[in-house]
């Protein structure tokens, strides 16, 4: 008896399996067509290079905020730092794209480093007000250090060098930039996925779970967080190195609360809980920030009544909702 | 040889004296019952050994080393693992990723961002194992925070066991069971101290399970300690009797 009530979920978990490989092969196909078909329907390629860009950061956060359980509200604090990152680097060191990208990474990801330790002392809100604490003291520091960091108008004076790879010169117009983008898109998605199959992404989840059960198994569940803090904002700053790259702009807000606050609710507005989420979240948002800016300056209320009724009735994001609907 | 020994612990919460005065020890292999009632400071002793918080007087040592002020993590490799009167399970797991998470936490995997083959397939081994001797292996694939309260109990006992512990302290491993989910949690207490020989201390209402299974029982009353001895000494001792079981036989007969 007890076996075919156990066979029906086997069932239905394979069907959704089926679905899910389905949904991916569709979702990349998608993305590497996007200079074909995206302008068809009133796009340009750069758009979907800030989506990318976005879905690269909140994929980053999603990691410690819907795997890992930790309310970190101060993300973008790792994207102004790769931005600026990036950009210092280009105009100090060395006109190099590839060097550029990885110094931003590298700058917000030692940065996340380094806040992590100090940022777990405290769990739930106190945790995120830390958090948020943080990137604004990024923050300030960019606006106050003018000299280096251009101030309150921001870092310019560098723009996306074209690549090199060894002779040869590829300049980056705005389609084979999207592709970098994608690449790396496709690269920190990979990443992802391995984590959350290893015995590492399962121990975030437990600790979003349950801390207590985990401490008295013997598990540091501090050093669980940091770990999972730093790997997030080495991806959260990758994307802001790429978006500097994409702009040929560092502003101070891309450090600011408000930015973070746009990463956190590109991931609950996708679904927290899936691989997908924080994709879908951030295509939602920059289409609509393209389209809502557009016809009105206010677009951001109707982002914030996006958010609210996305809250209100897709509790556990766009695509929990449509994950639900097709199980049942 | 004893395996766990108190000397003369106490614990205070500012003007509160929850425990005074404990002192016990428990031979390896032994199944010792704490009983009394609320507010006794049962559980204060379960966080005491388990290292939840120190005690304010007294020592506390474990195979021959003292504990006190040892950290949980310390002491769960040294082989103290505990439940909760509060069931702790990773609820909106399902029943085979909890044990999977215990099993390669266990394995000191937790950091490991990829696993090999052959680890993998250890991994499988060792849920599987914990999965049967718990006998929870039909649930396996079911969410455990939808499952009935036992069931919850039965995947913390199996989370617990992943450590291999040698004292394994349970609190109130049956309450709020059903007769059916009781059973299998008493055999289930029985058979991994008499055949894994691991030694089980727990906290229980339950008489008739206190009295089936126990080897040794140990009182408390009001945070100090009333009386230890077996079943039959406990259940004959004239201020046990007027203290706790004779209010408590009075419950059971109204």
Sequence with gaps: MSSSIETKPQ????????????????IWVALLFVPFWLPMVGGYTDLASRALIYAIAASGLNLVLGYTGGLSFGHAAYFGLGAYGAGLCLIYIAPSLPLAILAGTVLGGIAGILVGPMAMKRKGIYFAMITIAFGQMFYFIAVRWNGLTGGEDG?????????????????????RFYYVVLALFAVVMAVIWQILRSPLGHSFVAVRENTTRLRFLGVAVDKQIWVAFAISTFITALAGALNAMLTGFASPDDLGWQLSGSFVVICVLGGMRSFWGPFLGAIIYIVAQDYLSSITQNWMSFIGLIFVLAVLFFPQGLLGFIKARTRS | MNLLKLDNVGRRFGALQALKGISLS???????????PNGAGKTTLFNLISGFFPPTDGSITFDGQPIVSVSPNALVKRGIIRTFQITQVFLSLSVYENLRVAVETAMGLQLSPWISRAKRAEVEAKVEELAQITRIAPK????????????????????????HPKLLLLDEPTAGMGDEETNHMTDLIRWLNKEQGITILFVEHDMAIVFGIADKITVLDNGTMLA????????ENPRVQSAYLGNALEENAA
């Design chain 2, 140 to 163: 396996m694939n079911r969410i455990v925070g939808e499952m009935s309260h036992g069931d919850q109990r039965v995947v913390e006992v199996g989370i617990a066991l992943s450590r």
């Design chain 2, 26 to 36: 428990v031979e390896k292999g032994e199944l010792r019952a704490i009983i009394g």
């Design chain 1, 11 to 26: 069932a239905a978990r394979h069907a959704s399996t089926n679905g899910r490989v389905a949904a991916s092969v569709i």
């Design chain 2, 228 to 235: 230890e001895g077996t079943a039959a000494e406990i259940s």
């Design chain 1, 155 to 175: 870092l310019t004076g560098f723009s996306r060098v074209p690549l090199h790879i060894g002779a040869q010169t590829i300049p980056l117009g705005a389609d």
